[in-house]
């Protein structure tokens, strides 16, 4: 299975699009983009590592906001409250806190693989570039990166137009007392419309690792190319314009965010 999936990766002609800063609703409008973009195979398979231009809660896709979200305390800190195109339970990230990344590929990369497989080969290459720098983390169906310190991640992932998204966030530092405030972790539920994210104790990696962020970022991008191969990219000036044109008609705004009220 293991040489199978090395071969997979190996076959494609992956493309790497670096961390560039933006804000919330137009990290996830490239994610639709990107993944429509190589689904009608006018982009290569494609690696993106995100940077966050301010703080934001992001929700699944199938979440209700007041079910996660304490909207108050969110306009309180300047807090964007956003919604993916993917399922899975509510994230608080900040710029400096979080690191994130997507992976777009065709559909055809993940035949006869069952979900729980394929989430574990898309984040098998994170696993082992983790424990070269001391960490043990492991694997925890259906989508978690686990550590002996606690839970460091989730995975997330859309199937849609011949590609499938698959985007992982791992937690380096964390505001718990702001996170507390921000999401209903932990507190009494306002509805029971929508999934709900599970409360499961966190171990970011500055806890595990004197490493800085940028420095692991750098080690993680390294740790793929050496593995599987990347080229060098950026979002072209079509993929730049439909980001800002899909922002403008759904990500901001209040009919995507509260589809789920």
Do not use: C
Request: glycine content about 8%; charged content about 25%.
């Amino acid at each position: 299975m293991i040489a199978e999936q090395l071969a997979r990766w190996r076959e494609q002609d992956w493309r790497l699009i670096p961390p560039r800063p933006l804000a919330p609703a137009e990290n996830l409008a490239l994610d639709e983009v990107l993944t429509q973009r190589v689904g009608r195979g006018e982009r290569p398979p494609t690696l993106r590592v995100w940077a966050w231009a301010s703080r934001a809660v992001i929700l699944g896709r199938f979440q209700s906001v007041r079910n996660e979200v304490n909207p108050d305390a969110a306009a309180a800190h300047g807090i964007d409250i956003v919604r993916r195109i993917s399922g899975g339970g509510a994230m608080f990230v900040e710029p400096e806190g979080a690191i994130t990344y997507s992976i777009y590929a065709p559909e055809s990369f993940v035949q006869g693989l069952s979900f729980a497989e394929s989430y574990e080969m898309f984040d098998r290459w994170v696993l082992d570039a983790l424990g070269e720098l001391g960490v043990n983390a492991w694997y925890q169906p259906l989508n978690d990166i686990a550590s002996d310190g606690g839970k460091i991640g989730g995975a997330a992932q859309a199937r849609r137009g011949g590609a499938v998204l698959h985007h992982t966030t791992m937690a380096y530092q964390m505001s718990t007392d702001l996170l507390g405030q921000v999401l209903r972790v932990g507190q009494e539920k306002l509805s029971d419309k929508g999934i709900r994210s599970a409360d499961r104790r966190v171990g970011p990696l500055r806890q595990q690792t004197d490493m800085e962020r940028d420095d692991i970022v750098h080690h993680l991008i390294g740790f793929f190319r050496a593995r599987y191969g990347l080229t060098d990219d950026t979002v072209t000036p079509e993929e730049e314009a439909e980001m800002h044109r899909l922002v403008q008609e759904q990500f901001s705004t209040r009919d995507w965010t509260y589809f789920l009220p």
